[in-house]
T-cell receptor, first 117, second 112 residues
Framework: GAVVSQHPSWVICKSGTSVKIECRSLDFQATTMFWYRQFPKQSLMLMATSNEGSKATYEQGVEKDKFLINHASLTLSTLTVTSAHPEDSSFYIC?????????????FGAGTRLSVL | GENVEQHPSTLSVQEGDSAVIKCTYSDSASNYFPWYKQELGKRPQLIIDIRSNVGEKKDQRIAVTLNKTAKHFSLHITETQPEDSAVYFCAANPGTASKLTFGTGTRLQVTL
């Protein structure tokens, strides 16, 4: 299957700082990427859909000014958690959608564990 | 929007037995149903998927069935092995959007 790289895998930061997470599709182009948040022993909650060259589409209840998404190329989307607070501590995971040849498959990154002190 | 329910939340089977996980969806426009396996601390990985124009699909020990009328689909794992132990998520993709709505997950434990 296709490969999606996510960095960093783990980040610890002080309250009030901003953290950037990168999601790259390594061997295919992804016009659409997705950002999820996963709490321990829970499901994947979609935060936003990242569209290459246009604004992201945020799910209800997700603050777009808090979670900034940029999808500047066909292989890279970034999520910036601005002014992070302890309640933002979570596991963030991205996916990239491969749509070539009629496919509609999401491949996931390995996730980023964010701990805000 | 789409709502996906998944049962059971936990499932324990003995090695060699079969395991069945069931999901229901609400949006009749959904046309793509993937299943993901997530091992502890790892990324979800696609294990099988089915489209709405097919009723059943099989890949070795794994099979998925879809009943569009009843709006439910199921994952069947036969001859389970310890390495099948993981959390399994079903998902549905409404035809009008590319995003997936995930079920709540099933923690499968295969015991020796």
């Amino acid at each position: 299957g296709a490969v999606v790289s996510q960095h960093p895998s783990w980040v610890i930061c002080k309250s009030g700082t901003s953290v950037k997470i990168e999601c790259r599709s390594l061997d295919f182009q992804a016009t659409t990427m997705f950002w999820y948040r996963q709490f321990p022993k829970q499901s994947l909650m979609l935060m936003a859909t990242s569209n290459e060259g246009s604004k992201a589409t945020y799910e209800q209840g997700v603050e777009k000014d808090k979670f900034l998404i940029n999808h500047a190329s066909l292989t890279l989307s970034t999520l910036t958690v601005t002014s992070a607070h302890p309640e933002d501590s979570s596991f963030y995971i991205c996916s990239a959608r491969e749509s070539s040849g009629g496919k509609n498959i999401q491949y996931f990154g390995a996730g980023t564990r964010l701990s805000v002190l | 929007g789409e709502n996906v329910e998944q049962h059971p939340s936990t499932l324990s089977v003995q090695e060699g037995d079969s395991a069945v996980i069931k999901c229901t969806y609400s949006d009749s426009a959904s046309n793509y149903f993937p299943w993901y396996k997530q091992e502890l601390g790892k990324r979800p990985q696609l294990i099988i998927d089915i489209r709405s124009n097919v009723g059943e699909k099989k890949d070795q020990r794994i099979a998925v069935t879809l009943n569009k009328t009843a709006k439910h689909f199921s994952l069947h794992i036969t001859e389970t092995q310890p390495e099948d132990s993981a959390v399994y998520f079903c998902a549905a993709n409404p035809g009008t959007a590319s995003k997936l709505t995930f079920g709540t997950g099933t923690r499968l434990q295969v015991t020796l």
